[in-house]
């Protein structure tokens, strides 16, 4: 089965459209919800080939619960994995400046959070390093290494100096 097109997102059904119907995952890590082609399995076993010709999720990507195939009695869709990562959460505006300073040389991607945000408090988060965390364990910044489901992949950033 080739999948061309994303049909719609879990989150987006009511519960009453997945009733007598079998839901079957494709378990993708972060990188690999950035690439429109590619083989892969299902929760099942199931072998299906990934050739997307438009952008999945508004920002290109395919998200968690993107529907790949629907009929009257399954449906298969994407299910995003867990992500290493460190939740960086400096207490002062300085010692922010500070950690992105010594950071910045490394080109991580980066994602922050607002207080709002599921983790409680403003954030930095950025895949794991062993070298990123002696960083911050020596310069006394707090952070947790935790596995998490971003909303939305790390990508490697182009760049030139």
Do not use: W
């Amino acid at each position: 089965m080739i999948i061309e097109t994303i049909t719609g997102n879990l989150a987006d059904l009511a519960p009453s459209d997945l009733d007598g119907v079998h839901v079957e995952r494709v378990p993708l890590a972060g990188a690999d919800l950035v690439k429109r082609i590619q083989r892969v399995r299902t929760d099942h076993d199931r072998e299906i080939g990934l050739r997307l010709s438009a952008p999945a999720g508004p920002d290109g990507d395919l998200r968690d619960g993107d529907i790949l195939h629907r009929d009257a009695a399954n449906i298969i869709a994407v299910r995003v994995l867990s992500t290493d990562v460190l939740v960086i959460a400096p207490r002062t505006v300085t010692e922010m400046g500070r950690t992105a300073h010594g950071l910045g040389n490394r080109h991580l991607q980066a994602q922050f959070f607002d207080a709002d945000s599921e983790y409680g408090a403003e954030v930095m988060v950025v895949q794991y390093d062993h070298t990123v965390e002696d960083y911050l364990a020596h310069h006394g910044v707090p952070f947790t290494r935790q596995h998490r489901v971003l909303p939305t992949p790390f990508r490697h950033a182009e760049h030139t100096h």
